[in-house]
C-alpha cells in the first residue's frame, strides 16, 4: 500500500500537451486470429491484415486512420515526417505496443471506468485553472475531437494501473540507498517540498524555483536475448543515426522517421521534470549538457539511446510541457521543522480480477463492513479477507503522511474521525474499508527529506523497469507483422 503515493497521474498533464495529444489508440481490438495465422489469413492481408498480435488481429485500414492522426500531430509539432512507407511501420508498431498492454490489463482485470476518467478530467481542469469545458474547448481546438481525446486519457490512466501493478512493487530502495542519496544529492537540484507544507516561519518567504530538465530520446531498441552479432548490428545503425545529427539533421524528423521508442512519433519528446526525476544514466550523460546539446551513444538494457537536452534550468512560472509526478510548484529544500498532520490507519483491501468483478469486490465490502457493525474487530476481518501485504498485521499501514496514497484513498481516509469506518472506496488497485485509529502532528522534517529522497530514487529507477518490463512483454508474445516482418516473432 505504501506504493499508492506514485505517479499521480490526474495532476501531471499541462494544457499544451494534451491540446495537442493524439489519439493513437482510437481503434478497437479487432475479433480474434488464431495463434498460429493459417493460408488463408495469410491470404487475407490483401484485404487488411496488417499485424497479428498474438490472437488479435490489427487491420490495414486502422493502421490507415493512426497514420492520418500521426501526420496530422507530425504537422502540428512542425515535425518533417518520413516517408509514408516508415511512418505506417512506426504507427503499426506502437500499436502493437499498445495492443499488448491492453490484453495484458484484460488479464489482470484492469477497467477505467466512467468515473475515473472524469476524475481525470477534471483534476486536468483544476491543474490548468480552467473549467472543462474550457479544456474541451481547447482539445478540439486542435483538431481532435473530445471522444478520441477521452479514449487516449483513458489508455492512458489503464497503462498507468498496469505499470503500478506489474512494475511498481519490485523496486526495492533500501535505507543505504536513501542514505547515499541525502549524503551526496544531485549537484544544484533539492528535493521538492509537497504541495501544503511550508517549513514553520517561512510562510510568504521568497524561494528559488526548483530545477528541472526536459529530453528527448532516440532510442534502437535491442531484443531481449539477441546475439552479439545483432547488438553489433544494431550498434552500427545507432552510430549511423548520431553521425546525421552531427551532420545537422533535425532531431525530432530523425526520432519519427528512426526511434524504437513509444514517444518517436512526438519527436521523441520524454516530457520535463525536475532533474533527479530521471534515470541514472541519463541524468550522468547530460548532466554538462546545454539546451540543444545531444549525448552520444548509451547503453542500456533496453538497447542504445541518444539524447537531446531540450530544456534545463528553472521551471517556468507556466510550463509547456507535461511534468512527471514530483511538484516543481514549491520550494527545493525545506528548512526548519515541518509539521505534519499524520494518520495511523487500517485497511482491508479486496482486488479486481476476471475471478472477481467490480461488482462482487464492493458487495463482500459491504458485508464486512455489516460484521464489524455487529462487533467484530477489524483487524481480524483484515487478516482473514485483505488481499493486501498488511494483511498479517491486520491491515495496519502505520502512520500515513499527506501525499502517501493514491487521491481516492486520502480523501476517503481524511474524511474519517478517528475510530471510524469508511464505505467501501474504489481506487486502481480495487476496493478498501478503510478505518482511522488516531491522528498527530509530527515534526516530519527529517522524515520527509527521506520520503522525498526515496521518491525521487522511486522515479529514477521505475522507468528502466517499465521498459524491461514491456520488452518482457515483447519476448512472450506471437507477434506477425506484416509491414515489417523482420520484427516478426514467436514467444520464447
Same mark, same amino acid.
Given at each position: ?11 501531471? /498533464?499541462?494544457?499544451?500537451?494534451? @491540446? ?29 491484415? @496488417? ?52 490484453? %495484458? ?34 482539445? %478540439? ?61 517561512? &510562510? ?10 526536459? $529530453? ?11 546475439? /552479439? ?30 526511434? *524504437? ?27 554538462? $549538457? ?19 537536452? $531540450? ?41 479486481? *480480477? ?98 522525498? &529522497? ?25 507477434? *506477425? ?12
Amino acid at each position: 500500500m505504501r506504493s499508492l503515493h506514485m505517479k499521480q497521474w490526474l495532476a501531471c /498533464a499541462m494544457l499544451p500537451a494534451l @491540446a495537442a495529444m493524439a489519439p493513437a489508440w482510437a481503434a478497437k481490438a479487432a475479433p480474434a486470429a488464431k495463434q498460429q495465422p493459417s493460408q488463408a489469413a495469410k491470404e487475407q492481408f490483401v484485404d487488411g491484415i @496488417a499485424a497479428v498480435v498474438n490472437k488479435r488481429v490489427i487491420t490495414l485500414g486502422q493502421v490507415e486512420a493512426e497514420t492520418k492522426l500521426a501526420l496530422a500531430q507530425l504537422r502540428q509539432r512542425k515535425i518533417e515526417a518520413p516517408d509514408i512507407q516508415t511512418l505506417r511501420k512506426q504507427v503499426l508498431q506502437r500499436m502493437i505496443t499498445d495492443e499488448l498492454i491492453r490484453q %495484458e490489463a484484460d488479464k489482470r482485470g484492469i477497467k477505467v471506468n466512467d468515473a475515473q476518467l472524469q476524475q481525470a478530467v477534471e483534476s486536468i481542469a483544476q491543474r490548468n485553472k480552467i473549467p472543462v469545458a474550457r479544456l474541451r474547448q481547447e482539445i %478540439e481546438k486542435s483538431g481532435v475531437s473530445w471522444d478520441d481525446y477521452l479514449k487516449n486519457l483513458r489508455h492512458e490512466i489503464s497503462v498507468d494501473m498496469l505499470r503500478q501493478r506489474a512494475v511498481d512493487s519490485t523496486i526495492r530502495i533500501s535505507d543505504s540507498d536513501i542514505d547515499a542519496y541525502l549524503k551526496n544529492p544531485p549537484p544544484q537540484e533539492g528535493l521538492p517540498q509537497p504541495q501544503g507544507q511550508q517549513p514553520a516561519g517561512q &510562510a510568504g518567504a521568497q524561494q528559488a524555483a526548483p530545477r528541472v530538465l526536459g $529530453l528527448a530520446q532516440i532510442l534502437v531498441a535491442v531484443p531481449e536475448g539477441a546475439p /552479439a552479432d545483432k547488438v553489433q548490428e544494431l550498434r552500427r545503425k545507432a552510430e549511423a543515426i548520431l553521425a546525421r545529427l552531427k551532420g545537422g539533421a533535425d532531431f525530432a524528423s530523425t526520432a519519427a522517421a528512426s526511434s *524504437d521508442g513509444p514517444q518517436a512519433l512526438k519527436g521523441g519528446e520524454l516530457g520535463v521534470r525536475p532533474a533527479d526525476g530521471w534515470p541514472d544514466l541519463f541524468l550522468k550523460a547530460t548532466q554538462n $549538457l546545454k539546451a540543444g546539446q545531444i549525448t552520444g551513444i548509451l547503453q542500456s538494457g533496453n538497447g542504445f539511446h541518444i539524447l537531446k537536452v $531540450l530544456t534545463r534550468g528553472q521551471e517556468p512560472a507556466a510550463a509547456s510541457a507535461p511534468m512527471d509526478i514530483t511538484s516543481t510548484n514549491a520550494p527545493t529544500q525545506p528548512q526548519g521543522p515541518m509539521m505534519v498532520t499524520q494518520t495511523h490507519v487500517r485497511h482491508i483491501l479486496i482486488k479486481v *480480477d476476471k475471478a472477481m468483478s467490480d461488482e462482487r469486490a464492493h458487495e463482500r465490502l459491504v458485508q464486512l463492513r455489516q460484521r464489524l457493525e455487529m462487533g467484530e474487530k477489524f483487524d481480524d476481518l483484515a487478516k482473514r479477507y485483505s488481499e493486501d501485504a498488511s494483511a498479517p498485521q491486520g491491515g495496519d499501514l502505520g502512520w500515513v503522511n499527506p501525499g502517501e496514497t493514491v487521491l481516492p484513498f486520502e480523501q476517503a481516509m481524511n474524511a474519517l474521525q478517528p475510530g471510524q469506518i469508511s464505505e467501501p472506496v474504489k481506487t486502481q488497485f480495487g476496493w478498501h474499508l478503510i478505518q482511522v485509529e488516531d491522528r498527530r502532528t509530527k515534526d516530519m522534517e527529517t522524515e520527509f527529506k527521506r520520503m522525498q &529522497a526515496r521518491q525521487a530514487l522511486f522515479q529514477r529507477r521505475v522507468e528502466p523497469a517499465f521498459e524491461d518490463w514491456l520488452s518482457q512483454l515483447h519476448g512472450q508474445a506471437y507477434i *506477425d507483422n506484416r509491414l515489417d516482418p523482420q520484427t516478426s516473432q514467436k514467444p520464447r
